[in-house]
């Protein structure tokens, strides 16, 4: 079946650069696009920015300044790249398929603190 | 960016009783190509949000017949009757008509 899984570690410096991976398994990343959606703590949720199905990228405009997405279709992992990160940075990551957004990770916390 | 305003932001439901949900757009959902991507999820208490409905009224796989959602253009509904415990959560819809997709606020449901 579908499964995506978030990981990174769980606390980074302020001004750090903050790296996740998302490893995917029941679907082919040149088949199936992924998304990053973070939520902070008792808030709602942001769309972050998307891989597509033929490595192409959007973001949304809010952060895209600070955000890379790649990916690596080998291993079936696509990655998040923020750079510059504030105490406002800090929330639950989440990846999923972008398709209807019907697949998502149990997400990762990140707690930007020095 | 399109603003999602989704009401009530609680709503206190008795177990089977019926619960609604609106959720408006500051633009048309329709997208160039004909299709309105209006999707509805539930994240309950310390999960990921699933997926309920996509594309305004289509239920996912395995989601009950209790949940239920219409609308078009800039005004959606998201329709829950017979409410059980399950149900209990935030609900959020989403756009991903316009970029940068983004979700409504948030609606929480909970028992009376």
């Known amino acids: 079946q579908v499964q995506l899984k978030e990981s990174g570690p769980g606390l980074v410096q302020p001004s750090q650069t903050l790296s996740l991976t998302c490893t995917v398994s029941?679907?082919?990343?040149?088949?199936?696009?992924v998304s990053w959606i973070r939520q902070p703590p008792g808030k709602g949720l942001e769309w972050m920015g998307v891989?597509?199905?033929?490595?192409?990228?959007d973001y949304n405009s809010a952060i895209k300044s600070r955000l890379s997405i790649s990916r690596d279709t080998s291993k079936s992992q696509v990655f998040l790249k923020m750079n510059s990160l504030q105490t406002e940075d800090t929330a639950m990551y989440f990846c999923?398929?972008?398709?209807?957004?019907?697949?998502w990770g149990q997400g990762v916390m990140v707690t930007v603190s020095s | 960016d399109v603003v999602l305003t989704q009401t009530p932001v609680s709503l206190l439901i008795s177990l089977g009783g019926q619960a609604s949900i609106s959720c408006r757009s500051s633009?048309?959902?329709?997208?160039?190509?004909?299709?309105?991507?209006l999707h509805w999820y539930l994240q309950k208490p310390g999960q990921s949000p699933q997926l309920l409905i996509y594309?305004?009224?289509n239920r996912f796989s395995g989601i009950p017949d209790r949940f239920s959602g219409s609308g078009s253009g800039t005004d959606f509904t998201l329709k829950i009757s017979r409410v059980e415990p399950e149900d209990l959560g935030v609900y959020y819809c989403?756009?991903?008509?316009?970029?940068?997709?983004?979700f409504g606020g948030g609606t929480k449901l909970e028992l009376k």
């Open positions: 891989i597509w199905s033929n490595g192409g990228t």
């Open positions: 594309q305004v009224s």
């Open positions: 633009q048309s959902l329709v997208h160039s190509n004909g299709n309105t991507y």
């Open positions: 029941g679907l082919s990343l040149t088949s199936n696009s």
């Open positions: 989403l756009q991903r008509t316009h970029n940068p997709w983004t």
């Open positions: 999923a398929r972008t398709s209807g957004f019907d697949y």
